[in-house]
Each structure stands twice: as C-alpha cells, then as structure tokens.
C-alpha cells in the first residue's frame, strides 16, 4: 500500500490512463513491424518519458534499425538518420556555416541532430572524435558550433545502434560517450517461433508496412513532466546507491557504476512506474531496469574481460546480494 500523498490526483490519474493507452497503441503499432522481444518498445519508451538516450546493441541483421526506425515513426516528430561511417566528420552531425553567394555572408547549414529523433545507425562504425560530437547534444540539450550555442528541439532522443566491437571495422565507444546513454538494450537473434513469423509476415510482402504516428512533441513532454512528479521513496534511493555501490567494490570491476547511473536508475524507474500507472516506485522497477541501466557503463578488469565476464553478470550478483530494506526485514 502507498499513503495518500503519494497518489495523483484525480486529474493526473486520467492523464497517467491516457498516456497508458497511447503508450499501448505505439507498442502495437511497432510490433506490426518488428517482430522479436516485446518489451523492446515498452523500454524505448521509458527511455522518451525518461528524457534519456538508448544504445541498441546487436550482430547486424537482428532489426536493430528496423526497431528504431518503426518506434521513431510512431512519434509525430522530425526524424534524421545519420549513418556512421570510418570518414563521418564531427560537422556532418552538428552542422555547419556555408558560405551563402548570393548574400555573400556565412549561414548555418544544420546537421541531423537538429531533429527530435536522431538515429546513429552504427554509431561506432566512426572514430571517438566523431562519436563525441553528441556529447554536448545528450547531456545539455544542446550544440555548438563555431563558438556558439544553440537549443535543440524538444522532445530529444538519440537512439543509436552499435555492433557488438569484436566485429571488423568498429571502435568501442568511449567512457565518456557511453555513460550518456540511458539505457543499453541487447538484441540476440529471434527466438524460431519469432524468426518464422517474420518470414511469413515479410518474405511475401517485400516492403514493411507503413507505421502511423501516434504520440505528438506536446504529448511527450507532457509525460516527461510527468515522471518528474512520481514519488520515489528514501529507501529506493538508499537501494539504488547501494547497488551501484556493489559495483564500485567488485573485485571483477575496474570504473564502477557513476552516480549519473544512479540518477538514471531512478529516472528510468519512476518513467516505468508511470507506464505502469502508478504515481510511485516499487524496487520491482529498479530491478528489471538494473541489467539495462548499470551494466553497460561499467569498466571490467582485464582479466575479467579475458575469461569472458559481462557487466550484466555483475549486475545480477548484485540484485541478488543487495536487498532492498523491505525485503533483507523478512
């Protein structure tokens, strides 16, 4: 049970249903594209509401870019696309002052990140100069150029894609950069019952179908708005520190989790706890969003490394060490 303070209102209760209802119809139409895991949108969209970025990581071929691109259609906003590639220049996202020859003075041509959605379609396919050109946009919301700053549009979102680095021709993304993003989503191959019914679903079809815009910028930022107001209790916040705490003291474990993956923890987990309808966090949402949160942003040992280790294995051992208070009282 929560106490009463912690409830919306009875209006913020309609808005928490509608926005529930949106959030399930943009879950359906992404699934008319992307066959595979269901909860992919469902996290995509904690992401949004949680005003963060996602990594998408797979082999190629796991519809890594058909996932992004049908779950950005689904969203009434301006779209772009940047393909990383070994030659990509820091200016080709941000943009850049041309030379105008009819005015003879210098006007800003913008780059794709000027866009409410920018998908980095294999992101570390380009060097860290490149890839830190987006450093500035996910953290602050904004870009810039030849000394001077400017706004992005809002609602904004990276989503980027990456190939798992053993891959040919990939750079691993550097600290810095991955620590930006939210999230870290990993796509294995579909599961035979998953892979049959894209076959009979696409093989005869061709072409995917056409994906209808749901959610509107006001509606989104609207949400976010929303998140902001859910209630998280001081023992969720002493469980999520305690968690990344855990990861900081591993023996398997050279960079821990930051106190930026804290605050992301609790900001993912109050965006679920609204899709989930409830005007509170339940440690039921710290540890699902655990793996996906803490995991990527932390530095293994090199031995770790050799024998294989992966954050996510940290991570579990420590959702399964680190109780919440509620729970080691049983």
């Not at 706890?273 to 793996?291: I, N, Q, W």
């Amino acid at each position: 049970m929560t106490p009463p303070d912690q409830s919306f209102t009875p209006d913020r209760n309609a808005a928490v249903a509608a926005l529930a209802a949106r959030a399930a119809e943009v879950t359906r139409e992404v699934a008319r594209v992307f066959v595979g895991e269901p909860t992919l949108p469902e996290l995509l969209l904690v992401t949004l509401f949680a005003r963060g970025h996602v990594l998408l990581e797979g082999v190629p071929g796991v519809a890594k870019t058909t996932l992004a691109k049908s779950f950005a259609s689904t969203l009434c906003c301006t779209f772009k696309r940047v393909q990383f590639t070994p030659d990509l220049l820091p200016a080709d996202i941000t943009g850049t002052y041309v030379l105008s020859p009819n005015e003879g003075t210098f006007k800003l041509r913008q780059g794709p990140v000027f866009a409410n959605v920018v998908l980095g379609d294999e992101i570390n396919r380009a060097p860290a100069k490149t890839q830190s050109a987006l450093l500035e946009a996910m953290q602050e919301f904004q870009t810039t150029i030849d000394g001077e700053t400017r706004p992005l549009p809002a609602p904004f979102i990276v989503i980027a894609t990456q190939n798992p680095v053993e891959q040919a021709g990939t750079y691993p993304l550097p600290e810095a950069q991955i620590d930006r993003f939210l999230m870290r989503l990993r796509m294995g191959y579909p599961s035979p019952r998953d892979e049959e019914a894209m076959l009979k679903r696409f093989a005869a079809a061709g072409a995917a179908p056409a994906v209808r815009g749901i959610l509107h910028p006001d509606e989104i930022l609207a949400a976010q708005e929303l998140v902001r107001s859910v209630h998280v209790e001081d023992s969720i916040v002493e469980y999520v520190v305690r968690l990344s705490e855990f990861t900081r003291r591993h023996s398997l474990v050279f960079l821990g989790a930051s106190p930026r993956a804290s605050l992301a923890l609790i900001q993912a987990s109050k965006a679920l706890a609204l899709l989930s309808g409830r005007a509170f966090v339940l440690p039921d949402d710290v540890k699902r969003l655990c793996p996906h949160v803490l995991a990527h942003r932390m530095v293994l040992t090199p031995e770790a490394q050799m024998e294989g280790v992966q954050g996510e294995t940290v991570v579990r051992e420590a959702l399964e060490k680190v109780g919440h208070r509620r729970e080691e009282r049983r």
